[in-house]
Nanobody, 119 residues
């Protein structure tokens, strides 16, 4: 099992910045891709950004150029630096990780952290 704990959410004015962190613990061996998803009220959860252990980062078009995902494998932590925030970025942000044990893929989620951007 892998536990994911997010931190760094809060209330910020439009144009401001926040940095989210997600620390993984437990059976963290072979964690592959880590990422961030978000869910706004009344909407489906959507991918924000992902970063594999090695390889290219992926961003949803609406955050490209404003958000930066990074990870520290030594600390088993993934970050999301969010700049130039807009009211439409308001959502609960969830950390996600996947792990392969043999041929079986396991997926884990954090509890979510609220990000509110005021206009």
């Amino acid at each position: 099992q892998v536990q994911l704990v997010e931190s760094g959410g809060g209330l910020v004015q439009a144009g401001g910045s926040l940095r989210l962190s997600c620390a993984a613990s437990g059976s963290i061996f072979s964690i592959n891709t880590m990422g961030w998803y978000r869910q706004a009220p009344g909407k489906q959860r959507e991918l924000v950004a992902t970063i594999p252990r090695a390889g290219s980062k992926n961003y949803v078009e609406s955050v490209r150029g404003r958000f930066t995902i990074s990870r520290d494998n030594a600390k088993n932590t993934v970050y999301l630096q969010m700049n130039s925030l807009k009211p439409e970025d308001t959502a609960v942000y969830y950390c996600n990780a996947d792990q392969f044990r043999g041929s079986t893929r396991y997926e884990y989620w954090g509890q979510g952290t609220q990000v509110t951007v005021s206009s």
